[in-house]
């Protein structure tokens, strides 16, 4: 059994990743084949995480979220998250494509659960625009996307985002800026 860690507030970057198209796949695969599959991907992306300084979080199904806590969290995020991305490609190709939401904020950490199961959790408005954010990456063709508050905290990367609009987003009053990564033309 986990120890229980007392919840505390912690300005944080997170990060979702989620494999496009998977319940497909998974319709036509055994359940034998989807599992090698996600653990496949999970291999490949959670060390990727670890290198970066951030940590998997929790895995939900065909994603993931991941939590960068240091002081440096929102370069950190953005560049994992173009680490993974590029070593997805590598490694998959046509066989996986994901999308990345990021977003930065205030969060809670602590122990969540009742009777014999709990985890470590994370909680706050920081990680429902993450996982919205990268929901949008399928309606804006995007595979990586972050938001204006993640954009604020970034050193040196700013100059290589484009703005890709405002979204609106359930339960937020104003609609939130979001960024891509800039694509490089030949």
């Known amino acids: 059994m986990m ?53 998997a979080n929790k895995l939900l199904g065909d994603g993931l979220l991941g939590v960068f806590a240091t002081p440096d969290h929102a370069d950190r995020a953005f560049e994992a998250s173009r680490n993974i991305l590029s070593e997805v490609d590598a490694h998959f190709g046509e066989r996986c494509r994901i999308g990345i939401g990021i977003n930065s904020g205030l969060v809670l950490f602590g122990s969540i659960g009742g009777g014999e199961l709990h985890e470590l959790g994370v909680i706050g408005d920081p990680v429902n625009v993450a996982a919205r954010v990268q929901d949008a990456t399928r309606d804006l063709g995007e595979p990586l996307l972050l938001t204006e508050a993640t954009r604020r905290l970034l050193e040196g990367e700013q100059q290589t985002l484009d703005p890709r609009g405002e979204l609106a987003l359930k339960g937020k009053a104003q609609p939130v800026p979001v960024y891509a990564p800039r694509r490089v033309t030949a």
Do not use: K, M, S
Not at 21 to 42: H, K, S
């Open 3 to 55: 120890a229980r860690t007392e919840p505390e507030w912690a300005l944080v970057t997170v990060l979702f990743a989620d494999i496009r198209g998977f319940t497909t796949f998974a319709d036509q695969a055994t359940a034998r084949e989807a599992v090698l599959y996600l653990n496949e991907f999970f291999e490949l992306v959670i060390p990727v995480l670890t290198r970066h300084g951030g940590q």
